[in-house]
């Protein structure tokens, strides 16, 4: 599952592996610091899912809105068609920034 750590957790997330690495080197290892690595995993994994549910939604409705305007380019007249060609474009360019983001996402 894809996780999102915030930057404050992630350098807490560090020092709790540091201290608990320190600990187990020294066989005394604390089991706080265990739950509140787990609690910071939980919460990175539930803002995770949360993000990955937004990107696909935004992903869908970018694909719903290129097909939409590409129907639009072909039934526009004459004088409408390079309006409509124009709104095609950015609405592939929109769905290519989307999909590339999805990408580095893990979608």
Known sequence: MYRSYTPAEKRQRALL???GAKQAVADAVDPR???RIDRIDQAAEERGAREVTAMQSALENAKNAVAAARTKE???DRADRAKARAARQ?????LRRIEQAAR???L
């Open 33 to 35: 610091i265990d739950r």
């Open 90 to 94: 950015q609405a592939e360019k929109d």
């Open 17 to 19: 592996v540091l201290r």
């Open 74 to 76: 072909r039934t526009a």
């Open 104 to 106: 580095r996402l893990g």
